[in-house]
């Protein structure tokens, strides 16, 4: 079955520098990725839509500086956290959506952990 | 508003209890799918069903069921004779066509199942 893949599955960067989280369809084209955040105990949270080739529309309150989202293909969306700091740590998830001709339906990645120290 | 509504936080049963999730939705759309994912403590989030809103049968799917009602609005999950390996968070979500079919997440619903 369809696979999106996360990359890493955790990360520990210091306070202050950026950090890099990959989301690949791994066997279909994806034009729609989303980025989702969830902090502990808490929901999924919707950060931010990303279209293949074109910029990523963001959900109110997320700062689009500091979370650069790139969808440079089809199979790849990646989210940059820029100038991390605590209270960026959180688990994302990102999901890709599979074209409305292949079914239109959406698989999500396995997540990654982000802790900023 | 919360667009998705899971009214229980926490659910504590003694295992082969039965055990039913609510969750309660709204929108405006006439074509919309409805989920529920199963959220172990290592975080990925599992698929459990996907239900559109044309589609009100309910289902089954082993110790799994899921009553969906358009007329209340709802989208519950019952687990039968319930298992230790059943505790999780449990969140049901809602994907709107005319957004772009983002999820709009409940709440979530932790459920411990005691041996």
């Known amino acids: 079955g369809a696979v999106v893949s996360q990359h890493p599955s955790w990360v520990i960067c210091k306070s202050g520098t950026s950090v890099k989280i990959e989301c690949r369809s791994l066997?279909?084209?994806?034009?729609?990725m989303f980025w989702y955040r969830q902090f502990p105990k808490q929901s999924l949270m919707l950060m931010a839509t990303?279209?293949?080739?074109?910029?990523?529309?963001?959900e109110q309150g997320v700062e689009k500086d500091k979370f650069l989202i790139n969808h440079a293909s089809l199979t790849l969306s990646t989210l940059t956290v820029t100038s991390a700091h605590p209270e960026d740590s959180s688990f994302y998830i990102c999901?890709?959506?599979?074209?409305?001709?292949?079914?239109?339906?959406?698989?999500f990645g396995e997540g990654s952990w982000l802790t900023v120290v | 508003a919360q667009k998705v509504t899971q009214a229980q936080t926490e659910i504590s049963v003694v295992e082969k209890e039965d055990v039913t999730l609510d969750c309660v939705y709204e929108?405006?759309?006439?074509?919309?799918?409805l989920f529920w994912y199963k959220q172990p403590p290592s975080g990925e989030l599992v698929f459990l069903i996907r239900?559109?809103?044309?589609?009100?049968q309910n289902e089954i799917s082993g110790r799994y069921s899921w009553n969906f009602q358009k007329s209340t609005s709802s989208f519950n999950f019952t687990i039968t004779a319930s298992q230790v390996v059943d505790s999780a968070v449990y969140f049901c979500?809602?994907?709107?066509?005319?957004?772009?079919?983002?999820?709009?997440f409940g709440p979530g619903t932790r459920l411990s199942v005691l041996p």
């Open positions: 929108t405006r759309d006439t074509t919309y799918y």
């Open positions: 066997d279909f084209q994806a034009t729609t």
């Open positions: 239900r559109n809103s044309f589609d009100e």
């Open positions: 979500a809602l994907s709107e066509v005319s957004r772009g079919q983002n999820f709009v």
């Open positions: 990303s279209n293949e080739g074109s910029k990523a529309t963001y």
């Open positions: 999901s890709a959506r599979m074209d409305l001709r292949s079914g239109n339906t959406i698989y």
